[in-house]
């Protein structure tokens, strides 16, 4: 089993809509939560994270951590064509040590105009 | 500021031969990490120097994979000799402090033939 798991999508929606990307994890003791948005031949990009459980509040950009559910989110208010790309979630903490971060497979988002 | 950068962006190499990726980290980062992302797979952890010590390589693959770094300023990993299987992104990151703030370069493409 997979320490985390993300839908690959893709995930298509149109201009403007909210959008929903999640992941779980079977590790408890992961305390730190990422997002990364990834282009196309890019790197990932540091969206935000999160310590522990919570929300977390940027611009159209709004993460959550459930610990109890291992379930986190990441959701895109107004989203935008520029917003398509991949996004990654990842984790770490724990015995694998807070510098060691375990990614998910990324769900592929299209936003159509 | 110069973000981070890696050389080459492509190589494609004959199985049995080597070859050896760079990086070169944001200036003032004592962290460094190594990443892979095989195709179709989520990017995994290989290992993460602090300034020019290896501080934990535990995502090294096998002893054909061998990362420096040189006086704690760039870093290089040589796949010696390499296999099909080694083909993928390697993608090295650099951060201050937290690895939650790690910061990406463009990934190096591998392909071995």
């Known amino acids: 089993q997979k320490e985390v798991e993300q839908d690959p999508g893709p995930l298509s929606v149109p201009e403007g809509a909210i959008v929903s990307l999640n992941c779980t994890y079977s590790?408890?003791?992961?305390?730190?939560f990422m997002w990364y948005r990834q282009y196309s031949r890019k790197g990932p990009e540091l969206l935000m994270y999160?310590?522990?459980?919570g929300n977390k509040e940027d611009g159209r950009f709004t993460a959550q951590v459930d610990k109890s559910s291992k379930y986190i989110s990441l959701f895109i208010r107004d989203s935008q064509p520029s917003d398509s790309a991949t996004y990654l979630c990842?984790?770490?903490?724990?015995?694998?040590?807070?510098?060691?971060?375990?990614f998910g497979i990324g769900t592929k988002l299209q936003v159509i105009p | 500021e110069a973000g981070v950068t890696q050389f080459p962006s492509h190589s494609v190499i004959e199985k049995g031969q080597t070859v050896t990726l760079r990086c070169d980290p944001i200036s003032g980062h004592d962290n460094l990490y190594w990443y892979r992302r095989v195709m179709g797979k989520e990017i995994k952890f290989l290992l993460h120097?602090?300034?020019?010590?290896?501080?934990?390589e535990s995502g090294m693959p096998n002893n054909r994979f061998l990362a420096e770094r040189t006086g704690g300023t760039y870093s290089t990993l040589k796949v010696q000799p390499a296999e099909l299987e080694d083909s993928g992104v390697y993608f090295c990151?650099?951060?201050?402090?937290?690895?939650?703030?790690?910061?990406f370069g463009p990934g190096t493409r591998l392909l071995v033939l």
């Open positions: 999160t310590y522990s459980s």
């Open positions: 590790n408890s003791a992961f305390q730190y």
């Open positions: 990151a650099s951060s201050q402090g937290l690895v939650q703030t790690q910061y």
């Open positions: 120097f602090v300034k020019e010590s290896k501080q934990d």
């Open positions: 990842a984790m770490s903490g724990g015995s694998g040590g807070y510098q060691k971060v375990t």
